[in-house]
Protein backbone atom coordinates (compact mmCIF):
# COMPACT_ATOMS: atom_id res chain seq x y z
CA UNK A 1 0.00 0.00 0.00
CA UNK A 2 1.25 2.98 -0.85
CA UNK A 3 0.07 5.73 1.90
CA UNK A 4 1.62 9.56 1.87
CA UNK A 5 -0.96 10.15 4.90
CA UNK A 6 0.04 8.94 8.17
CA UNK A 7 -3.23 9.35 9.59
CA UNK A 8 -5.82 6.85 9.29
CA UNK A 9 -9.54 6.11 9.88
CA UNK A 10 -10.30 3.38 12.41
CA UNK A 11 -13.10 0.61 12.02
CA UNK A 12 -16.27 1.87 13.65
CA UNK A 13 -19.25 -0.11 13.95
CA UNK A 14 -22.25 1.36 12.58
CA UNK A 15 -20.09 4.58 11.81
CA UNK A 16 -17.74 3.62 9.04
CA UNK A 17 -20.24 2.49 6.29
CA UNK A 18 -19.71 2.99 2.67
CA UNK A 19 -22.08 6.48 2.82
CA UNK A 20 -19.10 7.69 5.45
CA UNK A 21 -15.94 6.14 3.70
CA UNK A 22 -17.19 8.56 0.66
CA UNK A 23 -17.75 11.43 2.73
CA UNK A 24 -14.26 11.17 3.86
CA UNK A 25 -12.56 10.58 1.00
CA UNK A 26 -13.72 14.75 0.01
CA UNK A 27 -10.69 15.80 2.72
CA UNK A 28 -8.67 13.65 2.75
CA UNK A 29 -6.69 10.56 0.70
CA UNK A 30 -5.70 8.15 4.01
CA UNK A 31 -6.18 4.73 4.98
CA UNK A 32 -9.53 3.69 5.86
CA UNK A 33 -11.29 0.76 7.57
CA UNK A 34 -14.40 -0.35 6.92
CA UNK A 35 -16.15 -1.54 9.88
CA UNK A 36 -15.96 -5.18 11.46
CA UNK A 37 -17.62 -7.14 9.18
CA UNK A 38 -18.73 -11.16 10.36
CA UNK A 39 -16.68 -13.40 8.21
CA UNK A 40 -19.63 -16.00 9.27
CA UNK A 41 -22.00 -13.80 7.40
CA UNK A 42 -19.51 -12.79 4.38
CA UNK A 43 -19.25 -16.96 3.70
CA UNK A 44 -22.74 -17.09 3.92
CA UNK A 45 -23.99 -14.13 1.77
CA UNK A 46 -25.83 -12.71 4.00
CA UNK A 47 -27.46 -9.73 2.62
CA UNK A 48 -27.31 -7.22 5.79
CA UNK A 49 -23.76 -8.36 5.83
CA UNK A 50 -22.80 -7.79 1.96
CA UNK A 51 -24.05 -3.92 2.65
CA UNK A 52 -21.03 -3.62 4.95
CA UNK A 53 -18.66 -4.51 2.08
CA UNK A 54 -20.01 -2.19 -0.22
CA UNK A 55 -16.89 -0.51 -1.35
CA UNK A 56 -16.80 1.82 -4.13
CA UNK A 57 -13.79 2.63 -6.44
CA UNK A 58 -12.93 5.91 -4.56
CA UNK A 59 -12.60 4.49 -1.37
CA UNK A 60 -9.14 3.35 -2.35
CA UNK A 61 -6.80 2.83 -0.03
CA UNK A 62 -9.24 0.82 2.15
CA UNK A 63 -9.12 -2.36 4.54
CA UNK A 64 -11.74 -4.78 4.88
CA UNK A 65 -11.99 -5.46 8.53
CA UNK A 66 -13.72 -9.29 9.19
CA UNK A 67 -14.64 -10.63 12.54
CA UNK A 68 -14.84 -14.12 13.45
CA UNK A 69 -13.53 -17.01 15.41
CA UNK A 70 -12.50 -20.34 12.70
CA UNK A 71 -9.49 -19.46 11.20
CA UNK A 72 -10.62 -21.86 8.27
CA UNK A 73 -14.07 -19.24 7.53
CA UNK A 74 -11.49 -15.93 8.29
CA UNK A 75 -9.59 -16.96 5.60
CA UNK A 76 -12.61 -18.29 3.09
CA UNK A 77 -14.40 -14.62 3.66
CA UNK A 78 -10.78 -12.51 3.20
CA UNK A 79 -10.54 -14.57 -0.30
CA UNK A 80 -14.02 -13.73 -1.04
CA UNK A 81 -13.13 -9.86 0.37
CA UNK A 82 -10.33 -9.71 -1.77
CA UNK A 83 -12.74 -9.71 -5.42
CA UNK A 84 -14.35 -6.56 -3.87
CA UNK A 85 -11.31 -4.30 -5.11
CA UNK A 86 -9.65 -4.12 -1.35
CA UNK A 87 -6.78 -2.87 -0.55
CA UNK A 88 -5.72 -4.83 3.10
CA UNK A 89 -7.71 -7.55 4.87
CA UNK A 90 -7.75 -6.61 8.64
CA UNK A 91 -8.49 -9.09 11.78
CA UNK A 92 -10.44 -8.31 14.44
CA UNK A 93 -8.63 -8.96 17.79
CA UNK A 94 -9.54 -6.30 19.88
CA UNK A 95 -13.15 -6.18 20.08
CA UNK A 96 -14.30 -6.02 24.14
CA UNK A 97 -18.02 -6.27 23.16
CA UNK A 98 -19.39 -9.35 25.24
CA UNK A 99 -21.29 -10.46 22.01
CA UNK A 100 -18.16 -10.59 20.21
CA UNK A 101 -15.69 -12.30 22.59
CA UNK A 102 -18.90 -14.49 23.86
CA UNK A 103 -18.25 -16.89 20.47
CA UNK A 104 -14.75 -16.64 21.17
CA UNK A 105 -13.97 -13.58 18.57
CA UNK A 106 -12.13 -10.03 18.60
CA UNK A 107 -10.83 -9.88 21.78
CA UNK A 108 -11.05 -12.91 22.56
CA UNK A 109 -8.57 -13.78 20.09
CA UNK A 110 -5.88 -12.59 22.71
CA UNK A 111 -6.60 -15.27 24.83
CA UNK A 112 -6.24 -18.09 22.10
CA UNK A 113 -3.44 -16.68 20.26
CA UNK A 114 -2.71 -19.91 18.52
CA UNK A 115 -6.17 -19.70 17.62
CA UNK A 116 -4.88 -15.99 16.08
CA UNK A 117 -1.75 -17.00 14.44
CA UNK A 118 -2.97 -19.84 12.64
CA UNK A 119 -5.91 -17.31 11.27
CA UNK A 120 -3.58 -14.72 10.46
CA UNK A 121 -1.23 -17.56 8.69
CA UNK A 122 -4.56 -19.02 6.83
CA UNK A 123 -5.76 -15.47 5.73
CA UNK A 124 -1.93 -14.85 4.42
CA UNK A 125 -1.97 -17.55 2.16
CA UNK A 126 -5.24 -16.88 1.18
CA UNK A 127 -5.03 -13.62 -0.09
CA UNK A 128 -2.15 -11.57 -2.14
CA UNK A 129 -2.67 -8.27 -0.69
CA UNK A 130 -1.34 -7.16 2.49
CA UNK A 131 -2.89 -8.50 6.20
CA UNK A 132 -3.26 -6.83 9.14
CA UNK A 133 -4.46 -7.56 12.78
CA UNK A 134 -6.04 -4.83 14.90
CA UNK A 135 -5.53 -5.61 18.48
CA UNK A 136 -5.57 -4.22 21.55
CA UNK A 137 -2.18 -5.00 24.36
CA UNK A 138 -3.86 -8.68 25.75
CA UNK A 139 -6.87 -9.66 27.14
CA UNK A 140 -6.76 -8.73 30.72
CA UNK A 141 -3.23 -7.76 31.52
CA UNK A 142 -0.13 -6.48 28.92
CA UNK A 143 1.26 -8.67 27.25
CA UNK A 144 1.67 -6.54 24.50
CA UNK A 145 5.48 -7.49 23.18
CA UNK A 146 4.87 -11.70 23.40
CA UNK A 147 1.64 -11.27 21.57
CA UNK A 148 2.65 -8.52 18.39
CA UNK A 149 5.71 -10.81 17.98
CA UNK A 150 3.90 -13.71 17.60
CA UNK A 151 1.69 -12.00 14.85
CA UNK A 152 4.47 -10.92 12.82
CA UNK A 153 5.64 -14.23 12.91
CA UNK A 154 2.87 -15.50 11.87
CA UNK A 155 2.88 -13.47 8.74
CA UNK A 156 0.94 -10.35 9.68
CA UNK A 157 2.16 -7.11 7.12
CA UNK A 158 0.98 -4.67 9.96
CA UNK A 159 -0.50 -4.39 13.53
CA UNK A 160 -2.61 -1.32 14.68
CA UNK A 161 -2.21 -1.35 18.53
CA UNK A 162 -4.37 0.06 21.17
CA UNK A 163 -2.84 1.10 23.98
CA UNK A 164 -5.70 -0.65 26.37
CA UNK A 165 -6.53 -4.10 27.39
CA UNK A 166 -9.79 -6.10 26.28
CA UNK A 167 -11.11 -6.20 29.86
CA UNK A 168 -10.72 -2.32 30.13
CA UNK A 169 -12.90 -1.94 27.57
CA UNK A 170 -12.86 2.12 27.11
CA UNK A 171 -12.78 2.45 30.54
CA UNK A 172 -8.66 4.48 32.04
CA UNK A 173 -5.91 5.25 29.34
CA UNK A 174 -4.40 4.49 25.85
CA UNK A 175 -1.30 3.25 27.08
CA UNK A 176 1.12 5.34 24.50
CA UNK A 177 4.53 3.94 26.13
CA UNK A 178 3.62 0.34 25.67
CA UNK A 179 2.38 0.98 22.18
CA UNK A 180 6.07 2.78 21.52
CA UNK A 181 7.73 -0.69 22.99
CA UNK A 182 5.94 -2.68 20.81
CA UNK A 183 6.80 -0.09 17.80
CA UNK A 184 9.99 -0.33 18.85
CA UNK A 185 10.67 -4.20 18.92
CA UNK A 186 8.79 -4.94 15.85
CA UNK A 187 10.38 -5.44 12.30
CA UNK A 188 6.36 -4.44 10.56
CA UNK A 189 4.82 -1.14 10.75
CA UNK A 190 2.64 -0.14 13.87
CA UNK A 191 -0.20 2.05 13.60
CA UNK A 192 -0.94 3.76 16.79
CA UNK A 193 -4.40 3.94 18.45
CA UNK A 194 -6.28 4.87 21.48
CA UNK A 195 -7.32 8.20 23.03
CA UNK A 196 -5.73 10.57 19.98
CA UNK A 197 -9.51 12.65 19.34
CA UNK A 198 -7.79 16.35 17.58
CA UNK A 199 -5.49 16.83 15.42
CA UNK A 200 -2.84 17.55 18.45
CA UNK A 201 -3.37 14.71 19.78
CA UNK A 202 -2.79 12.32 16.95
CA UNK A 203 0.50 14.38 15.99
CA UNK A 204 1.30 14.19 19.81
CA UNK A 205 0.73 10.33 19.38
CA UNK A 206 2.50 9.94 16.11
CA UNK A 207 5.68 11.77 17.74
CA UNK A 208 5.21 9.91 21.32
CA UNK A 209 5.48 6.47 20.21
CA UNK A 210 7.23 6.11 16.65
CA UNK A 211 4.70 4.51 15.26
CA UNK A 212 4.33 4.41 11.01
CA UNK A 213 0.85 5.77 11.32
CA UNK A 214 -1.77 6.94 14.22
CA UNK A 215 -5.44 5.56 13.88
CA UNK A 216 -8.22 8.03 14.47
CA UNK A 217 -11.49 6.69 15.91
CA UNK A 218 -13.91 8.53 18.15
CA UNK A 219 -12.35 11.80 16.89
CA UNK A 220 -13.75 11.14 13.51
CA UNK A 221 -17.32 10.91 14.25
CA UNK A 222 -18.75 14.12 13.37
CA UNK A 223 -15.01 14.77 12.01
CA UNK A 224 -14.83 12.45 8.94
CA UNK A 225 -12.24 15.25 7.93
CA UNK A 226 -10.13 14.84 10.76
CA UNK A 227 -7.58 12.11 9.28
CA UNK A 228 -6.72 14.97 6.71
CA UNK A 229 -6.91 17.67 9.62
CA UNK A 230 -4.16 16.02 12.06
CA UNK A 231 -2.08 15.75 8.59
CA UNK A 232 -2.28 19.60 7.24
CA UNK A 233 -1.03 20.18 11.34
CA UNK A 234 1.75 17.72 11.14
CA UNK A 235 3.38 18.76 7.56
CA UNK A 236 2.42 22.47 8.03
CA UNK A 237 1.47 23.76 11.92
CA UNK A 238 -1.73 25.01 11.07
CA UNK A 239 -5.19 23.56 10.34
CA UNK A 240 -8.53 24.77 9.02
CA UNK A 241 -11.99 23.81 10.33
CA UNK A 242 -15.18 23.20 7.84
CA UNK A 243 -17.08 26.29 6.99
CA UNK A 244 -20.32 26.11 8.26
CA UNK A 245 -21.73 25.95 5.16
CA UNK A 246 -19.27 23.45 3.83
CA UNK A 247 -20.56 21.35 6.73
CA UNK A 248 -24.36 21.91 6.00
CA UNK A 249 -23.23 20.16 2.26
CA UNK A 250 -20.99 17.68 4.26
CA UNK A 251 -24.24 16.45 6.63
CA UNK A 252 -27.04 16.84 3.75
CA UNK A 253 -24.45 14.72 0.74
CA UNK A 254 -24.09 12.34 3.95
CA UNK A 255 -27.51 11.77 4.62
CA UNK A 256 -28.24 11.52 0.80
CA UNK A 257 -25.82 8.17 0.67
CA UNK A 258 -27.11 6.89 3.70
CA UNK A 259 -30.34 7.17 2.41
CA UNK A 260 -28.95 5.35 -0.83
CA UNK A 261 -27.38 2.67 1.11
CA UNK A 262 -30.02 1.89 3.54
CA UNK A 263 -33.27 3.17 2.01
CA UNK A 264 -34.58 6.72 2.30
CA UNK A 265 -36.49 6.19 6.25
CA UNK A 266 -33.72 3.76 7.40
CA UNK A 267 -30.67 6.18 6.19
CA UNK A 268 -32.09 9.69 7.75
CA UNK A 269 -32.63 7.24 11.38
CA UNK A 270 -29.22 6.15 10.84
CA UNK A 271 -28.31 9.98 10.11
CA UNK A 272 -29.38 11.34 13.54
CA UNK A 273 -26.74 9.86 15.68
CA UNK A 274 -23.88 11.57 12.95
CA UNK A 275 -25.90 14.87 13.00
CA UNK A 276 -25.38 14.87 16.77
CA UNK A 277 -21.87 14.31 16.23
CA UNK A 278 -21.34 16.81 13.37
CA UNK A 279 -23.14 19.47 15.61
CA UNK A 280 -21.24 18.58 18.95
CA UNK A 281 -18.02 18.65 17.03
CA UNK A 282 -18.50 21.94 15.71
CA UNK A 283 -19.73 23.97 19.20
CA UNK A 284 -23.38 24.40 18.28
CA UNK A 285 -26.57 23.94 19.74
CA UNK A 286 -29.51 21.78 19.10
CA UNK A 287 -32.46 20.53 20.23
CA UNK A 288 -31.69 16.47 20.71
CA UNK A 289 -35.43 16.00 20.43
CA UNK A 290 -35.57 17.36 17.61
CA UNK A 291 -32.72 15.53 15.85
CA UNK A 292 -34.06 11.94 17.39
CA UNK A 293 -37.44 12.57 15.75
CA UNK A 294 -36.07 13.13 11.76
CA UNK A 295 -36.95 11.66 8.77
CA UNK A 296 -37.05 13.46 5.98
CA UNK A 297 -34.07 15.41 4.16
CA UNK A 298 -35.99 18.77 4.08
CA UNK A 299 -36.43 18.49 8.39
CA UNK A 300 -32.90 17.85 7.94
CA UNK A 301 -31.99 20.82 6.05
CA UNK A 302 -33.79 23.01 7.98
CA UNK A 303 -32.80 21.86 11.16
CA UNK A 304 -29.13 22.44 10.61
CA UNK A 305 -29.68 25.81 9.18
CA UNK A 306 -30.95 27.03 12.28
CA UNK A 307 -28.09 25.16 14.45
CA UNK A 308 -25.28 26.46 11.98
CA UNK A 309 -26.73 29.94 11.08
CA UNK A 310 -28.74 31.17 13.40
CA UNK A 311 -27.30 33.96 15.58
CA UNK A 312 -26.17 32.99 19.01
C1 LIG B 1 -18.80 3.03 18.27
C2 LIG B 1 -17.51 2.28 18.10
C3 LIG B 1 -17.43 1.26 17.17
C4 LIG B 1 -16.24 0.55 16.99
N1 LIG B 1 -16.18 -0.43 16.05
C5 LIG B 1 -15.01 -1.08 15.84
C6 LIG B 1 -14.91 -2.06 14.82
O1 LIG B 1 -15.86 -2.36 14.09
N2 LIG B 1 -13.71 -2.70 14.68
C7 LIG B 1 -12.62 -2.38 15.46
O2 LIG B 1 -11.56 -2.98 15.30
N3 LIG B 1 -12.69 -1.44 16.41
C8 LIG B 1 -13.85 -0.79 16.60
N4 LIG B 1 -13.90 0.20 17.53
C9 LIG B 1 -12.66 0.62 18.23
C10 LIG B 1 -11.98 1.77 17.48
O3 LIG B 1 -11.62 1.41 16.18
C11 LIG B 1 -10.72 2.25 18.23
O4 LIG B 1 -9.82 1.18 18.34
C12 LIG B 1 -11.05 2.74 19.64
O5 LIG B 1 -12.20 3.57 19.63
C13 LIG B 1 -9.87 3.50 20.26
O6 LIG B 1 -9.49 4.59 19.45
P1 LIG B 1 -10.00 6.09 19.75
O7 LIG B 1 -9.61 6.42 21.16
O8 LIG B 1 -9.32 6.94 18.71
O9 LIG B 1 -11.49 6.07 19.62
C14 LIG B 1 -15.10 0.88 17.76
C15 LIG B 1 -15.18 1.91 18.71
C16 LIG B 1 -16.37 2.61 18.88
C17 LIG B 1 -16.42 3.72 19.89
Not at 22 to 46: D, P
Not at 168 to 187: Q, T, Y
Not at 219 to 230: M, S
Amino acid sequence: MNIDNPFVQAPLAGVTDAAFRTVARKFHRGLLFTEMISAEGLCRANWKTLKYTEISSGHNPVVLQLVGRDPVRVALAAGMAEGLGIDGVDINAGCPQSRITGPGSGGALLKDPDRLCEMVRLVRKEVSIPVSVKMRLGYSKDESLALARRVQEAGADFITLHGRTVSMGFSGESDWAAISRVVGDLDIPVLANGDARTEAMAVGLLQRTGATGVMLGRGTRGRPDLPGAALSLFETGSFGRLSHSALFDTVMEHARLEGELFGYLAGMKRMRKHVTWYLKAAGRRFDSHEVYSLETAEGLGGLLERALFAKD
